[in-house]
Structure formats: structure tokens, C-alpha cells
């Protein structure tokens, strides 16, 4: 991999990295906000019960989602982190270039494409 993809690279994970935490930051403040407050209703009378149980749900959405954007901002580090060391790029399973292409979608992938069907069939 040229020094240029490396650095288009490093850009590309760099601003993924502000978007899933401005993502993480939305769904965390979801989970701290009652929803009377979230949806802006400022009635003296107290929620619905079904309201309560909404509330619930979407908390419970949001502490999912969490725990997704957390676990792909760990990876995105650990694909900076593979710059930095001239590792990047590189297949954890087999040792092959991870395709251009692959990475392109998403550039903190760990494995070939090849590698990550094993994983998704339990081979590995």
C-alpha cells in the first residue's frame, strides 16, 4: 500500500471516527432523557403508562446501538493504530493484502474477504 492510500486511509477512519462518536454521544444522551423531555411535551400531567413503557424501548435501543458504535470505535482505533505500525491493510487470518475495495467500505476491516466468511461460518 502506497504512502497515499495509507494517508486517504487515515483520513477516511478519522472522520468515521468523529461520526460514530457524534453517534454514540445522540444515543447516550437518548438514554439519560426521560421521555416526556425527549419528545418535547410539556403537559402537568404525568406520562401514560404505555408512554413509560416507550421510554423503556427506546433506552433500551439506544444502550444497543451504544454498545455497537463503542466496539466499531475500538476497531477504528486499532485500524489507526495499524498505520502507525505499517501493519494496516493486512489480512489477521491469512497475512494477505485486504482488497483496496473492501476497505474502501469499510477500512477497519480485520480480515479478507475470503477470511471473513470463515469467521461468519464458524471456521476460524
Known sequence: MTKKDLE???EKLEKLKQDVQKMLWQKEKVIGTPQQEASSELSRYPLHI???GTD???KEEAAIFSGNY????HEI???LEKISRGEYGI???CGKE???DRLDIKPYAKYCIE???KVERGEV
Request: hydrophobic fraction near 35%; include cysteine; proline fraction near 0%.
Open 98 to 100: 485486504i482488497e483496496s
Open 115 to 117: 477470511c471473513q466468511r
Open 56 to 58: 423503556e424501548e427506546f
Open 70 to 73: 463503542v466496539q466499531v470505535l
Open 77 to 79: 482505533d486499532e485500524a
Open 8 to 10: 486517504y486511509f487515515r
Open 91 to 93: 489480512c489477521e487470518l
Open 50 to 52: 404505555g408512554d413509560l
